[in-house]
């Protein structure tokens, strides 16, 4: 028993050294950041830029006598084996060849692609990586875990004034300082397989299409490419429960001058007739009219999935017409072509509203995190995300919107008419976001990682778990309850709110009256806006007080 | 009290061999435990106290449990804990009779028998596949697979015995979790899982059946409706003749009496229109309501004349029965607890029958159902999944192990008297494995109250909206999704507050259960 | 004849008890069979009636530890390195620790047995929060000690082993101390062995319980290559969950270990817990 145990000890002192000793975390010779992520093949390459733009910009490793530190033939070699595909290291002449002798970065990015949901616990904790991606920088702001960039991105050029004018409210603390910036942007349009509705016989749709347009080209679709077969396999969109459906649902209500919050973001409005007639068409639209799939049809569809999960497949597969989502769907659809070794026609509509038109962008901002060991790294790397040569990276290789669009914009043409299949659709959703971009809805008193209310009253409603009229109520006060919550559970947010809601009720008696609201009272974006392009705003003070 | 030289002694050495137990035990249990019990009561939020602020945290007295009770999701949440719960039964009952099963003489099925078995059976195989390779049936390889996957197992079972169905039964329970969780979620696929795979061209032959019947289909149900109610005047005769037997106290049969009107009760509701109508299910209603006045009256009739029996009995007849007040609780909670279970089924399996006209009229007819994905689903398919780990659990080992101290000599005792066996089970083997059935319910029902955790995170993410969020899930996304977590520490702390009455429950009842 | 007739009934008898066994037995299975056949199928296969592939694709195997951003070796390694070290330590301090409440004799002992009694009615959930908290204070979020250190230590492997050692007859301490061992001998060599069956019911129980672990490695790991295999698999799932057949050959390879696991250990573990279970 004695000898037993003694050689299970031993045996696992040797096996925590072999688990220590093959660890990634060990010393390197230059500073390391990592960068939390989504599993896009494309971040790799996205790296081996910064390394090449570290050195452009004079950040290169210098030994302690001063000198650059150079790449070693055994280095550089194992560098081209792990920059190329597999098995095929790269040459020189390659692009982001690795030339013996040339200088090294003074700095290196490590990727974390998996998603395991933690993010929050391990963030508060101190444990998260340097940079993160997230759409929800001012939750985090609040919770104090994002590094205040203001000086060095107005400095630096990677500030608000370098992005898409839309963007700002996603960037931004409560406190007006900057925590984060776009490592891409994402605007949601439709995208839409034009090969596949050529196929049943039908013509790209216009650009702008009010719901009702919309619906009828829909179920004539569905119809036809249905016709004779024993299970509805094709469907004109994707499943509207989802997150890009609320995004859909919230484009329609505000193109009818609603949105989910008021001007001041203090309350939920969501219980208005615009949202509730979304919702009433989504029901009928995956239900009666079966133009978009149900959990059901979702979940037994067997698809390769990759990178960008199974709404995508479907698109590319012809499964779907049409899909909601960023310009980052041009990724994959590339990579099809190029596999299948064909051509497919696409482009790209407006989603379907009515007079006011909009278009939702979301973010994925790169957030700086404040317990970051490297945070001189980290801020390099922002700076490089605004930089001519990731942005140009970006536009070429579609993932998403370029986060510093002015630097691009004389080249988005050129780079748009390289590939005629694709129909200008880069082009003009690059156009969109800059004129009629607005961000998702978000409240500030509405914390980041609690339920998506709004999807979860679709699903519920979906689900038969309660009516139209119960499930806007439903969505209305769940979100005013998350406000009650945070609320109480933080005074600076107490007072903030209590400060807002007395310019509420002035709002709202100016506009009983008829009167220009004055713009600094407004938090909404989406409203400043509104009224803006209304004329019901009062500018006359703006950036006078503050 | 002054403690001798050799009394340190003993100390010193007792507490040296507990000392790593005991530091690792202070550190990760004791200490975290004092902790949580402060947190519950504090405003402990991340989003104010985390590792780059820490503003003061107060003391909130009770304002955590006022939010948890005021909150509008938690009683979805306790009730989705407490229906998971409803698989406890069944898995314990299919624990038994594979225990049960197993205990059969194998041994003395002598050398010659069993080889006799395994060559017929093998021959039997042989044909078999000789017989598909000759007709040529449809889907062959499926044909081939099923029967070499039976002819396999049965073959080596009678080889083997019992320690070869043991193997094989304890296997889904030894290899739960994350991984056997993902592959029941493929196998639950609506569309392209194998299970709905099966069930489809099984619910196409059953839909012109179930048309066909349609018009008796109200009948049926109310049919029974009526065997619900039969078998709750079973359970309340039972309950009295136990009761004048001096076999259960006053408090049992109340407690009896309640658990099984439950079910009656709840059938009542199900269909009550003012119901139906809250929930703003106008289709619905117009779907059940036909039935409602029925079952109405019919429930009504049932619960007056149980209630009515036991309310005279109790204030006329009961006072000379002299027994002791809680005696044979145990017996009403698992007996009368496993009855509820059982009605509630079969009030279930008569509002399916209700609804079957209208599902068989659909343009496809019957359909499978949409398991994890749909509402009303997705705690069954859970439960399914639950049942099938439980079978060959530790509970069937615990029963084998029951099963081999039951005295042989009763059951020679029986024989003599010409039991037959269903006898046999219920006069001698039920009450001698009383004991391990309540030790099992206990145990179960207290892992229940936790569980649902892991289910939740990997197969449902606690939806269908909500409908598989179970007390540990909301914990967890409280907790560590959100932050708040003084909140969820109260949230737990009303967890173990139920362990903790249903483990006193245990303590105070079960002893004299079992040794009665 | 009359023997006869008894020899056929028997017969009769013990095919049908083998008949119903064996449908039991082929449907707790069946999921098992499907899993392997699936890994088996190439993608556009699996929705197939037939659950049988065409061909083959041993390949898909070999495809899960290639997979970008899937570390599936790496997993496996760090998932049986952590629950080897927890076992190890669960198994060695808590029969250190059942031996002094069972057969020592101290001031307290039995006070301190019950608070151990006591807590083993809290629900796991009750310490995950404040357990979170001192591991940040510790610094040991994402690291394997923190993984280790709080599942090592259980009141359950104490009670577990305590009431297997009560049930070892006293007289052999007597006869050990008057052959003049001390206490640590009498550990060692007395009552250490005789309580093998525990010792092995224990270390199975700790080392399933720990491989199957999800909570404690979800909250507590960030870095994706020390990730055990239950998150592995989730992140899989979330990841590329739609690639059934490689998920479905990840999922078979990580039910491997403890069907070996049991297949060596089921007659000692039937053992200890007929011995051990209902006297708890």
């Known amino acids: 028993m004695k000898k037993l145990f003694i050689t299970i000890l031993l045996l696992l002192v040797a096996a925590s050294f072999y688990t220590m000793y093959t660890s990634r975390d060990q010393?390197?010779?230059?500073?390391?950041?990592?960068?939390?992520?989504?599993?896009?093949?494309?971040?790799?390459?996205?790296?081996?830029?910064?390394?090449?733009?570290?050195?452009?910009?004079?950040?290169?490793?210098?030994?302690?006598?001063?000198?650059?530190?150079?790449?070693?033939?055994?280095?550089?070699?194992?560098?081209?084996?792990?920059?190329?595909?597999?098995?095929?290291?790269?040459?020189?002449?390659?692009?982001?060849?690795?030339?013996?002798?040339?200088?090294?970065?003074?700095?290196?990015?490590?990727?974390?692609?998996?998603?395991?949901?933690s993010t929050l616990i391990q963030a508060v904790s101190g444990m998260a990586g340097d940079v993160f991606d997230t759409g929800e920088v001012l939750g985090y702001s609040q919770l104090g875990v994002a590094m205040d960039i203001t000086e060095d991105a107005k400095k630096n050029g990677y500030g608000l004034k370098n992005t898409y004018p839309g963007m700002a409210g996603l960037l931004n603390g409560m406190d007006g300082k900057q925590y984060g910036y776009p490592c891409n942007g994402a605007s949601v349009a439709m995208w839409i397989n034009l090969s596949t509705l050529e196929k049943f016989g039908f013509s790209r749709p216009p650009l702008e299409w009010t719901p009702e347009e919309f619906e009828k080209m829909a179920i004539e679709y569905v119809k036809k490419a249905n016709e004779g077969l024993p299970r509805q396999e094709y469907f004109f969109l994707q499943a509207l429960d989802s997150g890009w459906g609320v995004m859909m649902a919230m484009c329609i209500s505000r193109s009818r001058g609603l949105d989910i919050y008021n001007e001041t973001m203090t309350r939920c409005i969501a219980n208005n007739d615009a949202l509730k007639d979304a919702i009433r068409l989504f029901y009928k639209w995956t239900y009666v009219d079966r133009i978009a799939p149900t959990a059901a049809d979702v979940a037994s569809m067997n698809v390769d999935s990759g990178y960008g999960g199974a709404d995508y497949s479907n698109f590319v597969s012809g499964k779907y017409a049409m899909i909601v989502m960023g310009r980052y769907c041009l990724i994959r659809f590339r990579e099809v072509q190029e596999a299948r070794n064909m051509t497919i026609q696409f482009g790209v509509s407006q989603l379907p509203m009515y007079d006011y038109k909009n278009h939702p962008l979301s973010v994925r901002a790169a957030m700086p995190y404040r317990g970051s060991k490297q945070?001189?790294?980290?801020?390099?790397?922002?700076?490089?995300?605004?930089?001519?040569?990731?942005?140009?990276?970006?536009?070429?290789?579609?993932?998403?919107?370029?986060?510093?669009?002015?630097?691009?914009?004389?080249?988005?043409?050129?780079?748009?008419?390289?590939?005629?299949?694709?129909?200008?659709?880069?082009?003009?959703?690059?156009?969109?976001?800059?004129?009629?971009?607005?961000?998702?809805?978000?409240?500030?008193?509405?914390?980041?990682?609690s339920t998506n209310w709004l999807q979860n009253g679709i699903n519920r409603y979906f689900n038969d778990r309660s009516s139209l009229d119960e499930t806007l109520e439903y969505i209305e006060t769940r979100y005013n309850s998350e406000i009650e919550i945070s609320k109480k559970a933080n005074p600076a947010m107490m007072k903030a709110w209590e400060e807002d809601w007395a310019l509420q009720q002035k709002i709202d008696a100016f506009k009983k009256e008829g009167k220009k609201i004055p713009v600094e009272w407004i938090k909404n974006p989406f409203y400043v806006k509104y009224y803006r392009d209304r004329g019901m705003l009062d500018e006359s003070n703006a950036g006078g007080s503050k | 009290m002054a403690m001798t030289k050799k009394d340190v002694k003993d100390l010193a050495i007792g507490v040296g061999f507990l000392l790593p137990n005991i530091l690792g035990f202070l550190a990760f249990t004791v200490i975290p435990l004092v902790m949580s019990i402060y947190m519950a009561f504090t405003d402990w939020n991340l989003e104010m106290h985390n590792y780059f602020r820490s503003e003061p945290i107060s003391f909130v007295w009770f304002d955590n449990f006022v939010k948890l009770f005021s909150d509008p999701d938690f009683p979805q949440y306790f009730g989705n804990t407490f229906f998971m719960m409803i698989g406890i039964p069944f898995g314990v009952a299919g624990s038994l009779v594979a225990a049960l099963l197993l205990n059969m003489d194998f041994v003395k099925g002598d050398n010659r028998k069993r080889l006799t078995v395994t060559m017929i059976l093998t021959a039997v195989m042989v044909s078999?596949?000789?017989?598909?390779?000759?007709?040529?049936?449809?889907?062959?390889?499926?044909?081939?697979?099923?029967?070499?996957?039976?002819?396999?197992?049965?073959?080596?079972?009678?080889?083997?015995?019992?320690?070869?169905?043991?193997?094989?039964?304890?296997?889904?329970?030894?290899?739960?979790?994350?991984?056997?969780?993902?592959?029941?979620?493929?196998?639950?696929?609506?569309?392209?899982?194998?299970?709905?795979?099966?069930?489809?061209?099984?619910?196409?032959?059953?839909?012109?059946?179930?048309?066909?019947?349609?018009?008796?289909?109200?009948?049926?149900?109310?049919?029974?409706?009526?065997?619900?109610?039969?078998f709750y005047l079973c359970m309340v005769r039972r309950k009295l003749r136990l009761w004048r037997d001096g076999e259960s106290g006053s408090v049992s049969i109340w407690l009896g009496m309640i658990l099984s009107s439950l079910p009656l009760v709840f059938a009542w509701w199900w269909v009550s229109p003012t119901w139906l109508h809250i929930a703003g299910k106008e289709e619905a209603l117009s779907l059940l309501s036909r039935n409602a006045n029925w079952v109405l009256l019919l429930m009504l009739i049932f619960l007056g004349i149980?209630?009515?029996?036991?309310?005279?009995?109790?204030?006329?007849?009961?006072?000379?029965?002299?027994?002791?007040?809680?005696?044979?609780?145990?017996?009403?909670?698992?007996?009368?607890?496993?009855?509820?279970?059982?009605?509630?089924?079969?009030?279930?399996?008569?509002?399916?029958?209700?609804?079957?006209?209208?599902?068989?009229?659909?343009?496809?007819?019957?359909?499978?159902?949409?398991?994890?994905?749909?509402?009303?689903?997705?705690?069954?398919?859970?439960?399914?999944?639950?049942?099938?780990?439980?079978?060959?659990?530790?509970?069937?080992?615990?029963?084998?192990?029951?099963?081999?101290?039951?005295?042989?000599?009763?059951?020679?005792?029986?024989?003599?008297?010409?039991?037959?066996?269903?006898?046999?089970?219920?006069?001698?083997?039920?009450?001698?494995?009383?004991?391990?059935?309540?030790?099992?319910?206990?145990?179960?029902?207290?892992?229940?109250?936790?569980?649902?955790?892991?289910?939740?995170r990997v197969m449902t993410d606690g939806g269908p909206a909500g409908s598989t969020t179970t007390l540990a899930y909301y914990i967890y996304t409280q907790g560590f999704g959100t932050g708040r977590l003084g909140y969820a520490s109260a949230v737990s702390w009303l967890l173990f507050l139920m362990v903790f009455i249903v483990t006193m429950f245990n303590w105070k009842f079960g002893n004299r259960y079992t040794n009665e | 004849m009359q023997e006869k007739n008894r020899f056929w009934g028997g017969f009769a008898k013990l095919v049908s008890l083998n008949v119903v066994l064996t449908l039991m037995a082929v449907l707790l299975v069946l999921p098992f069979t499907w899993m392997i056949l699936a890994s088996l199928k190439v993608l556009d296969e699996i929705g197939y009636d037939s659950w049988l592939p065409e061909v083959c694709q041993w390949h898909n195997y070999r495809d899960v530890f290639?997979?970008?951003?899937?570390?599936?070796?790496?997993?496996?390694?760090?998932?049986?390195?952590?629950?080897?070290?927890?076992?190890?330590?669960?198994?060695?301090?808590?029969?250190?620790?059942?031996?002094?409440?069972?057969?020592?004799?101290?001031?307290?002992?039995?006070?301190?047995?019950?608070?151990?009694?006591?807590?083993?009615?809290?629900?796991?959930?009750?310490?995950?929060?404040?357990?979170?908290?001192?591991?940040?204070?510790?610094?040991?979020?994402?690291?394997?000690?923190?993984?280790?250190?709080?599942?090592?230590?259980?009141?359950?492997?104490?009670?577990?082993?305590?009431?297997?050692?009560?049930?070892?007859?006293?007289?052999?301490?007597?006869?050990?101390?008057?052959?003049?061992?001390?206490?640590?001998?009498?550990?060692?060599?007395?009552?250490?062995?005789?309580?093998?069956?525990?010792?092995?019911?224990?270390?199975?129980?700790?080392?399933?319980?720990?491989?199957?672990?999800?909570?404690?490695?979800?909250?507590?790991?960030?870095?994706?290559?020390?990730?055990?295999?239950?998150?592995?698999?989730?992140?899989?799932?979330?990841?590329?969950?739609?690639?059934?057949?490689?998920?479905?050959?990840?999922?078979?390879?990580?039910?491997?270990?403890?069907?070996?696991?049991?297949?060596?250990?089921?007659?000692?573990?039937?053992?200890?817990?007929?011995?051990?279970?209902?006297?708890?």
């Open chain 1, 27 to 117: 010393v390197t010779e230059v500073p390391v950041i990592t960068w939390r992520t989504d599993p896009n093949p494309q971040r790799e390459e996205q790296i081996m830029l910064f390394r090449e733009w570290l050195v452009e910009n004079g950040h290169v490793l210098k030994d302690s006598q001063g000198n650059v530190v150079t790449y070693t033939e055994e280095e550089a070699a194992a560098l081209n084996e792990a920059y190329g595909p597999v098995g095929a290291p790269l040459k020189p002449g390659d692009l982001h060849y690795v030339k013996p002798g040339s200088p090294k970065p003074n700095g290196d990015v490590q990727l974390e692609t998996a998603n395991n949901q």
């Open chain 1, 375 to 449: 945070p001189e790294l980290t801020k390099l790397f922002l700076q490089f995300l605004a930089s001519k040569a990731y942005n140009l990276y970006i536009v070429e290789h579609a993932d998403g919107l370029p986060p510093n669009p002015d630097i691009v914009s004389a080249e988005m043409r050129a780079i748009a008419t390289k590939r005629p299949n694709e129909h200008d659709s880069s082009e003009l959703e690059f156009i969109w976001a800059r004129t009629i971009g607005l961000p998702s809805y978000y409240s500030p008193y509405v914390k980041t990682g």
């Open chain 2, 128 to 230: 078999c596949f000789g017989l598909l390779a000759v007709l040529g049936l449809g889907g062959t390889g499926m044909m081939i697979l099923m029967v070499s996957l039976v002819g396999g197992v049965f073959i080596l079972g009678s080889i083997g015995g019992k320690t070869v169905y043991r193997t094989l039964f304890y296997f889904p329970y030894f290899t739960a979790g994350v991984a056997t969780y993902i592959l029941w979620k493929k196998l639950y696929s609506p569309e392209n899982g194998p299970i709905n795979n099966a069930l489809r061209p099984l619910l196409d032959a059953l839909t012109p059946v179930a048309i066909l019947i349609s018009p008796a289909c109200e009948a049926i149900g109310i049919g029974l409706l009526v065997v619900v109610g039969l």
């Open chain 2, 306 to 456: 149980g209630w009515g029996r036991f309310l005279y009995n109790f204030f006329f007849v009961g006072r000379k029965y002299t027994c002791i007040i809680d005696r044979g609780i145990g017996d009403s909670t698992i007996v009368d607890g496993s009855a509820m279970v059982l009605n509630m089924a079969l009030v279930g399996l008569c509002c399916v029958f209700w609804i079957l006209p209208e599902m068989a009229a659909a343009e496809e007819g019957l359909t499978p159902p949409n398991w994890t994905s749909d509402y009303y689903w997705a705690k069954p398919a859970l439960l399914i999944m639950g049942f099938w780990g439980a079978i060959g659990s530790n509970n069937m080992l615990l029963y084998l192990a029951g099963l081999s101290g039951v005295p042989q000599e009763l059951y020679e005792a029986a024989d003599i008297d010409g039991a037959t066996p269903w006898q046999r089970f219920w006069n001698i083997t039920w009450p001698q494995l009383s004991n391990v059935t309540f030790f099992i319910m206990i145990m179960a029902v207290i892992g229940g109250l936790q569980g649902g955790f892991d289910m939740a």
């Open chain 3, 66 to 280: 290639t997979r970008k951003g899937i570390f599936f070796g790496r997993w496996y390694w760090n998932t049986v390195f952590v629950s080897c070290w927890i076992t190890f330590l669960q198994v060695f301090t808590s029969s250190l620790a059942a031996f002094s409440f069972s057969r020592l004799r101290w001031k307290g002992r039995d006070k301190v047995f019950f608070l151990y009694l006591a807590t083993m009615m809290l629900p796991g959930l009750v310490m995950m929060i404040p357990n979170y908290q001192n591991m940040i204070l510790l610094g040991l979020v994402d690291s394997y000690t923190g993984l280790i250190l709080p599942a090592a230590f259980s009141a359950f492997g104490t009670f577990l082993m305590r009431q297997f050692m009560m049930n070892i007859p006293k007289s052999l301490d007597e006869a050990a101390e008057i052959d003049g061992a001390t206490k640590w001998q009498l550990y060692w060599d007395v009552v250490l062995p005789l309580a093998r069956p525990a010792l092995v019911t224990l270390t199975i129980f700790t080392f399933i319980g720990s491989y199957n672990n999800l909570f404690w490695p979800l909250v507590l790991m960030k870095t994706p290559d020390k990730y055990t295999l239950p998150i592995g698999m989730l992140s899989f799932q979330s990841s590329q969950g739609q690639e059934t057949n490689l998920l479905m050959a990840a999922v078979a390879m990580s039910v491997v270990p403890m069907i070996v696991i049991f297949i060596l250990m089921q007659k000692q573990l039937v053992k200890g817990i007929m011995l051990g279970g209902v006297k708890g």
